[in-house]
C-alpha cells in the first residue's frame, strides 16, 4: 500500500533496510523470526552507515550495491581506533562522555530530592514489553512543595551497537522521546537531563502508576553492545511558599509554564511488545485514541511526541517519484521530501506538526556525532497544539476521537500525545462553543528540471490553521484564538549521475494563541520557530571495491517565543546551528578509514536569563569549548542561521570538499 515504486520487495530492498540507522534491528529480527522481508530504507546520504546511495543506472551498478549493502559496515574506523587516548590497552581507557549541546536547567537554589526509578541492561529487549515498574511520588522527600522537577537518564554502553530510539512514559503519558548513543570498544557514558515539570501533577499524583521505558535492543555475537540504564527524578523544593490557588485567567500568562490538573495519555494501552507510540505506516495510514475529559475543563493543549524511522529516517531526502519512475528505480524510498504530521478531533483537523529534522547518532555519518551529538537527539522536541477553541464540541461527557496522519508518509513514524487538562475547582461543568475554525488545503507544489539521473527538484508547501472558541467557567467567560502558519523549502540537487546529492531546506511555522476576557487585557502567546537542514553528500568509486564518501551537513534550530500579559512583555530566542564535515574510506564493507568533525554554537537570549555555547570536535576530541552566561551582543551567532546563502554557491560546496579531502589525506 505503499504510493512509491514497486511493491516488490527486491534484494536490493532488502539490502538497503539495512541500513535504517533506527530499523536495522526490525529487519534482522524479523529476518529471523518470521522470515519476511520489510520495505526498504534508504537515503542518498553516503554517509548512513555509510554510503548509502549509489543510484542505480545498469545492471551491474545494481549489483556492485546490492553486494556492497548486504553486509554492516563498521563505523569505528581502524585509523581512528589508533587515535584513542594515548595507546592504553582498552581495559585502561576511560569511556567516552558523550553530549547534546543544550542550556542549563534552571533550577531553584534549593537542595533536590532525588527518587531513584528503575535500573536496568537493555540486551536483548527487541520485540518484547516495555520495562516496567511501580512508581509512587517520593513521599521521602522533606518538602511536598516542589519548583522545578527534573528527569535524569543515566546510559553506559560498551562493544558495538546500533543507535536505538526509546521511550519513557508514565501511567501512558510520554516525558521523554530520545536516541541512545553508538558505544565504541572503550566504552560510552551519557546523561540525559530535561525539565518535566510540565507534569506535576501526574508525578505528586498519590497513586500507584506504572513508570515504563521501552528501548528494543539486539545483542549477539557482532552487536554486542548493552546500554546499562539509571532513571531518577530529582524534586527541587520552592524557595519560598507556592501558592495553589485556582489557576484562573491570570494564570494563563505563565504559558507553558501553567501546570495543568490532568494529563491524559493519547498513546497505544497494554499489552503491548513495543512503545506506547502509534506506527503509522504509509500516507493513507492514521491512528487514533478515544478519549473523554471531565465536565468542567477550561483549558486543554495537546503535546505531541513525533519521532521517524526506516524508510521515512531521512524524509528530507526523499526523492519524488517521477524521478523514481523515469529512471527505473526500484527499492528507493519516494514520495518526495515533505512532510507533515496531521493532528484530528473527531476527523476534522485542529493542527499539524511540520517537525524537525532530528539526526541519530547513527544517522548520515556516525563520526559526526561522536561526541556531540546531533540537535535533539538526547531529547527530541515535543510540539504542542492549543484545542482550548473546541472544548465546547468535548465537554459533553461522551468519547471523542484524537487521530494522527502523516502526509506522504512511508514506513514508519512513531507518534504519540498527551492532553494537559486545566480543571475549574469551583465548579463541576464548563461550557463552551466553537465559533470558528479553518482549515485550509495544504498547498504543495514540485517543479523539477532533471536529465536522466542529474537535476534539481525544488519543493514548497505551505499551510494555515485557525480556530477560535469560548468557555464559560467561574473565571469568567475567555475566548481563546489558535492559528498555525507553515511555510516550507526543499531544494534537492543530483549530480555526477546520482553520485552527488545536495539538499538545502527550511521550515517556518508560527504558532499564536491569545486569551480575551471582557473587561481584561488580552494575554497572546507566539512562537517562531525556523529549522534549517543543508546537506552535501558525494560519492566517489575508488576501484577495487573501494569507494570514499564526503558529507558536509548543517542543522539549525531557531526559536523565538513571545508572551503579552496584558502591559507586560517578556520574550526569549533560542539560536543553535551545527556543521559536521566527514569523509569515509570503505573496502569490502568495512569502514578503512575517516574522519568527522562538527562545530556547534548555541545561544539563548531569555528574561533575566542568557547562555551561550561555542564548541568544536573532531575525531571523538574536544578541541574547544567556550561557555557563558551574560546577556551580551557578542552572544550572537556567527556561523549565521539560514546557511542558504552560504550553500548557494557551487563553488564553495565543492571547495569545501575539497579541503575536508586534504585534511583526511594528510591525517591518514
Known sequence: MYSVVSPEKTALQKAFFLFSSQGKEKKRKKRVNNNQSMAASLFHLPFLFVFLLHPLSSTANIHKTNNLLKSHLFTEPTSITKTHPAHKPLNDTPPTVFFEVTKPIDVPNTKPCKHFILQHDFASTYGKPPVLVNYTPPSH?????????????????????FDRIFGVWLGGV????????????????????KDITRYYSLLVKNETQEFAVYMGNI??????????????????????????????FNNLASGRDSKADLILPISRNFPLNDGFWFEIQNSTDSEAKEFKIPQNVYRAVLEVYVSFHENDEFWYGNYPNEYIIANNLTGF??????????????????????????VFTGGINPLLWR??????????????????????????????????SVTNALNVWFIDANLHLWLDHRSTITEGKLLK???????????????????KFLTSARRFISSNGWVKSSHGNITTRFNQHFGYRNLMEMGKDGDLQIVNQTIKFTDNVSFRKPSSNVKAFKSLKNFEFDMYSDYMDQGNGTSLSVANVTLGFNEKNVKHAGLGFASNIL?????????????????QSGMGSTQQEYTYNGSGFCYFRNISSSNYTILDDNVGNTCSERNHSHLG??????????????SLASELLNKYHDGV
Open 371 to 404: 561526541p556531540i551529538t546531533a540537535i535533539g537527539s538526547f531529547d527530541l522536541p515535543s510540539y504542542d497544539i492549543e484545542i482550548t477553541p473546541f472544548l465546547g464540541n468535548i465537554l459533553d461527557g461522551k468519547t471523542h476521537k484524537l487521530g494522527f
Open 219 to 248: 545483542v549477539d555475537s557482532t552487536y554486542t553492545g548493552i546500554y546499562h540504564v539509571n532513571v531518577s527524578i530529582y524534586f527541587y523544593p520552592a524557595e519560598k511558599k507556592l501558592s495553589h490557588s485556582d489557576h484562573g
Open 575 to 591: 539560536r543553535n546551528l551545527q556543521n559536521g564535515q566527514g569523509v569515509m574510506v570503505v573496502k569490502n564493507n568495512l569502514v
Open 333 to 358: 524510498p519516494g514520495n518526495g521530501p515533505f512532510r507533515e504530521v496531521v493532528v484530528s478531533l473527531d476527523g476534522e483537523i485542529v493542527g499539524a506538526v511540520w517537525p524537525f529534522t532530528v
Open 437 to 455: 475554525h479553518e482549515s485550509k488545503p495544504l498547498a504543495l507544489s514540485l517543479v523539477s528540471n532533471f536529465t536522466g539521473l542529474n537535476g
Open 174 to 193: 510520554e516525558l521523554l522521546r530520545s536516541c541512545t548513543a553508538e558505544p565504541r570498544a572503550t566504552g560510552i557514558v551519557w546523561t540525559v537531563r
Open 141 to 161: 522527600c522533606p518538602s511536598q512543595d516542589f519548583s522545578k522537577i527534573v528527569l535524569e537518564w543515566k546510559a553506559t554502553c560498551k562493544g558495538r551497537q
Open 641 to 654: 542561521f539560514g546557511l542558504g546563502r552560504w550553500w548557494q554557491f557551487p563553488a564553495r560546496r565543492a
